[in-house]
Each structure stands twice: as C-alpha cells, then as structure tokens.
C-alpha cells in the first residue's frame, strides 16, 4: 500500500519558537493533500487542502498565517507553525489523495508540545 | 453541518470475542461512509466503505452496514484478534465536496 512519512513524530518547543513538519509520499505520486489536526479526544480536523503549484485552502477558523503550508512537490509537504502557543499543541496528521475522492492516504501523525 | 459520533473507549475486550463499535452520523444529502483503523505508530487506513444505504462493507473480518433509516453504520466483528488492537475511526464524506469527517475515535485493547 501507499507509505506516507511525517517527519518528525513528536516535538517539544517553547513558546513563540517556529516548528516545522514534514509530510512525505513515499511510494506515490499525488497533486492534493490534506493537513489535519486532532486535539485530546476529539476528532480530526480538517485544517486545511492543498494542491501542489497553488496556494492552500484553509478551513474556517484556522489562520494561514499561522499555519503556513509549503507543497514543494508531487511528494513533499511542510507545515509549519509560527510562533507555536500551548493551545497549538496537538496532534497534526497530513494525508495525500489517492486515485479516488474516496481515497487518502495518511502519515503517521506528529505529536506538538509547546511549553 | 454534517457530524459523526462514535461510542466512546478504550473498549477491552477478551480474544474471540464479538466486538461492536457503534458509529451514527448526521449529514446531508446521500454521503458515503468509512471506518478507518490506526494501528500502533501507523497512519490511518481504511478498513471498510459503503457508498449508499443499506450497501454492507466488509474487510479482514470487519463488517459495516450503512443503515439510512437508523443512520448509523456500526461496526462489528464475530471474533477479535489481539492484532486488532488499534484505534478506529468512523467517517463520512459528503456527496458535496470531498472533505471526510471524522468521529473521535474508538481505542480498542483485546487481552490475549
């Protein structure tokens, strides 16, 4: 099956530091891909989707420029974190569109601390 | 808007033992239905799928039937594994735009 990598799997950061996460297709090629966000028992949330070559669409309610979305590649994505606050620890979960609108493939996750 | 609730865990079960995980969902329109499973240190997979009512989705086991009347789409399994433990995710996607919404998830422990 279609391998998906976030990089790093967890990081710890003091307030107002920048974080960067890294999202990787593996073994596919894909145009769209998703950023997701999972707080404590709740859902994930879509944060945003991103098609590559064209600016990102964010979800209402989340700050894009806070949540700054780089799709460099078919198989590269980065988001990153601007001056990181403890309410944006989380867990954040990228996911690469298959063939099918049915159809995502996702990364492990990274897990935010920020202090 | 459109929303999933899935029963709460962890849910601990013995092995070989009937496993439910029930899912409802609130949505408009006709959308399609998932569960996902995330195993240990894994991203999500998709488990099972239903496109339209009263289709079952079946996989390693696992079986889903969409239910309009009752709009749910639970989850069951006849006899678990201890490799089943892992966290599940119950979702539906519009037949509006291609956004998946989640449940928060069910975490499932089976004993040995």
């Known amino acids: 099956g279609a391998v998906v990598s976030q990089h790093p799997s967890r990081v710890i950061c003091k307030s107002g530091t920048s974080v960067k996460i890294e999202c990787r297709s593996l073994?596919?090629?894909?145009?769209?891909m998703f950023w997701y966000r999972q707080f404590p028992k709740q859902s994930l949330m879509l944060m945003a989707t991103?098609?590559?070559?064209?600016?990102?669409?964010?979800e209402q309610g989340v700050e894009k420029d806070k949540f700054l979305i780089n799709h460099a590649s078919l198989t590269l994505s980065t988001l990153t974190v601007t001056s990181a606050h403890p309410e944006d620890s989380s867990f954040y979960i990228c996911?690469?569109?298959?063939?099918?609108?049915?159809?995502?493939?996702f990364g492990p996750g990274t897990r935010l601390t920020v202090l | 808007g459109n929303s999933v609730t899935q029963m709460e865990g962890p849910v601990t079960l013995s092995e070989e033992a009937f496993l439910t995980i029930n899912c409802t969902y609130t949505a408009t329109g006709y959308p399609s239905l998932f569960w996902y499973v995330q195993y240990p240190g894994e991203g999500l997979q998709l488990l099972l799928k239903?496109?339209?009512?009263?289709d079952k989705g079946s996989n390693k086991g696992f079986e889903a039937t969409y239910r309009k009347e009752t709009t749910s789409f639970h989850l069951e399994k006849g006899s678990v594994q201890v490799s089943d433990s892992a966290v599940y995710f119950c979702a539906l996607r519009s037949n509006r735009d291609d956004k998946i919404i989640f449940g928060k998830g069910t975490r499932l422990h089976i004993l040995p």
């Open positions: 073994d596919f090629q894909a145009t769209t």
């Open positions: 996911s690469w569109a298959g063939d099918s609108t049915d159809t995502q493939y």
């Open positions: 991103s098609n590559e070559g064209s600016k990102a669409t964010y």
């Open positions: 239903a496109t339209k009512a009263d």
